[in-house]
Antibody
């Protein structure tokens, strides 16, 4: 059974870049059957799909975030990563990495990122 | 974007009673070429990530109790819990995957009456 684990700083200053990594175990990011995703959830609010990456490196980002988001994959480490630039308080959220094939079938436990000076 | 709207926002049901949550999409998420509705349901308990319950609108994920069922087609969908248990207290989300980057409903909070 695949497991995903997010890692990265829990506190980021406004205007800086949020960087998170997801380590995948029990499965391979090189699998062509899935796309590896980042989804966030502001405190007390709903779910927002930030974007995803295929093993080939092709990506798809939410249009409203596209100018600030980069998702990359490292097949040698079985990891994929998220970078979100120029963050503001509105980017404060629980960030989940996930595996999807349409629906999301596996989620990491999530990591809370707070944007504050 | 396809907008997913759930109703009600919150719901209180007695133990053992039926709970019904609705989800409406702003456009059809039925794909006629494979006769499938591109809709999933998730359950999220406090401090936990969402858990997949149902996909293809009515296919139960392995291990999900059979008191959970999904129905509907086109733009209108329903998640039904046939006999509410205490452990079903959670927020429930629908998600469309008709478009490549899927969108979620706002969530429905289910509590015990």
């Amino acid at each position: 059974q695949v497991q995903l684990q997010e890692s990265g700083p829990g506190l980021v200053k406004p205007s800086e870049t949020l960087s998170l990594t997801c380590t995948v175990s029990g499965g391979s990011v090189s699998s062509g059957s899935y796309y590896w995703s980042w989804i966030r959830q502001p405190p007390g609010k709903g779910l927002e799909w930030i974007g995803f990456i295929y093993y080939s490196g092709s990506t798809n980002y939410k249009p409203s975030l596209k100018s600030r988001v980069t998702i990359s994959v490292d097949t040698s480490k079985n990891q994929f990563s998220l970078k979100l630039s120029s963050v503001t308080a509105a980017d404060t959220a629980m960030y989940y990495c996930a595996r999807a094939s349409g629906w999301v079938d596996s989620w990491g436990q999530g990591t809370l990122v707070t944007v504050s000076s | 974007d396809i907008v997913m709207t759930q109703s009600p926002d919150s719901l209180a049901v007695s133990l053992g009673e039926r709970a019904t949550i609705n989800c409406k999409s702003s456009q059809s998420i039925f794909y006629s070429s494979n006769n499938k509705n591109y809709l999933a349901w998730f359950q999220q308990k406090p401090g936990q990530p969402p858990k997949l319950l149902i996909y293809w609108a009515s296919t139960r994920e392995s291990g999900v109790p059979d008191r959970f069922s999904g129905s509907g087609s086109g733009t209108d969908f329903t998640l039904t819990i046939s006999s509410l248990q205490a452990e079903d207290v959670a927020v429930y989300y629908c998600q469309q995957y008709y478009t490549t980057l899927g969108t979620f409903g706002q969530g429905t909070k289910l509590e015990i009456k």
